[in-house]
């Protein structure tokens, strides 16, 4: 069995419920830069030092060509993210890109959704009928089949826009595949 890695970033956290959850599953457990000082049970902190109150120099990673985020999804195989919610507008929109630039399996854990990043290889999600979700292409992506939803897609191109938007689950599991191209697949949680 695969460690289950959790990193913990330094916006507005989940529920505590979740975030407990996340957390009591977690074998190993990541603190994003300030982070750190708002929870204990952390076992490495990951980036450049600059929000976290007492900053220890053995982890300090002054690359400012990544953020923190993408930091970790590069150096370790993470498999949840929390904390990205709130504050700045770009670090909230750079929490979905840093998946692509690290091609990152993680899934971001929010109140009520999550997302994940498609890899070409596919995915298959067991989520419940009726749930809804959403694909979001980021830039083209080619050849798209989505299976197990109320507006299927067979072998289409998608490019940044809506399309893609507003779906909902008719079977599980829910299958997606695509040529190449950066994807995002959006769904509701239905349990923590």
Partial sequence: MDEFILVVANG?????????????K???TIALDGAADRFESWDLVVGDMDSISEPRP?????????????????QYDVDAIVGVEGGRLDHRLAAFTSLFESKSDA??????????????KGLEIEIEVGTICSLMALGNVTNVTMKG??????????QTGTRGVGNKANSSPVTIYHGGGDLLFIWEANVP
């Fill in 12 to 24: 507005e956290w989940p529920s505590e419920e979740l975030l407990t959850t996340l957390l009591d």
């Fill in 26 to 28: 977690a074998d190993f």
């Fill in 58 to 74: 053995e982890f300090v990673d002054s690359n400012q060509d990544n953020s923190d985020l993408a930091k970790a999804l590069i």
């Fill in 107 to 120: 899934i971001l854990y929010f109140d009520g959704w999550r997302a994940c990043r498609v890899d070409k």
């Fill in 149 to 158: 939803v109320d507006y299927e897609l067979e072998g289409e191109d998608l």
